[in-house]
């Protein structure tokens, strides 16, 4: 009988190890998922974006944000579609960054319902001049706008706010760490201009209108340009005219890294070498906004020595 009985203790005190197991999976698991959720997911447009928000931010409070990329690899921004899991992130994010509906027309539609933060646009900007003097040294202003650190130091102040308003508790964190990137972007300003010094009288071409921002701020000798916008029809009578006017004064033609084989052709009719420039960070190994511009501004500068 003592036998039966402490053969029926012993199981029943295994039962309940087990339980009390299986009740400590089950309260980490839930732990768990409740420390994975996010607090705010934010869906930006291009990975420049993205790294402003990683600068911005920094780790502490980045632990309670999801970040989502849409354009991914070289994917452009000029023709793109977005795929089923891509809308059903947009719908479920809390803040859609974006420059605006001139450069990510994809956008335009869902942006309507979303809560966003996008580049100051000025539509009524003058023209900004290039150092050619033929009908295309004359345009509208440039949509690649992150690459101003005056718009990116608006556009960080636009998401501080945005980011409080979704989180008040937040307000002293995202403050405190705002007035820090303004700091780093000053910094940065002056970094990427001594970086440029030896390099502004250096004349180069451009395979599409991309770099606007860097050529105003830093004062950079852009002869002219092959097209606008990637997807315009370019001519033989325009690469002739382009020839022409650059009178063999260009160290060599900048083109994106996604355009490269398109691109590359263009530039052995102009007899330049070919530098690409990763403008949307698709294969850059970086993690802040500073680095990026830092690793752009030395891709920019290969112009200086590069040979045929």
Known sequence: MNLINRSFCCARTLRCFHLVVFSLGMLMSLSALAQSKADIVIVTSVKPLELVVKELLGEDLLQHIEIKTLLQGQASPHHFALSV????????????????????????????????????????????????????????????????????????????????????????????????????????????????????????VVFHEAYGPLVERYKLKQLGRLTEVPDEQISAKRVGQLMHQLKGQAACMLSEVGEAQQASRYAQMLKLPLVNVDILASQMEVDSYSEYMRALTRQIKVCGSATL
């Open 85 to 204: 899991s891509q809308a059903r992130a947009l719908a479920d994010a809390d803040l859609l960054l974006w420059v605006g509906p001139d450069f990510e027309l994809f956008l335009a539609k869902i942006a309507q319902s979303k809560k966003t933060v996008s580049f100051d646009l000025a539509p009524t900007q003058p023209a900004r001049e290039t150092h050619s003097t033929d009908h295309h040294s004359a345009h509208a202003e440039d949509l690649h706008l992150w690459l101003s650190v005056e718009q990116v130091s608006t556009f960080a102040q636009k998401l501080s706010h945005s980011l409080v308003a979704l989180q008040p508790m937040w307000r002293e964190s995202v403050m405190g760490r705002l007035q820090q990137f303004e700091q780093g972007l000053a910094a940065l300003d002056r970094d990427v201009l001594a970086a440029f010094s030896d390099f502004q009288a250096t004349g180069f």
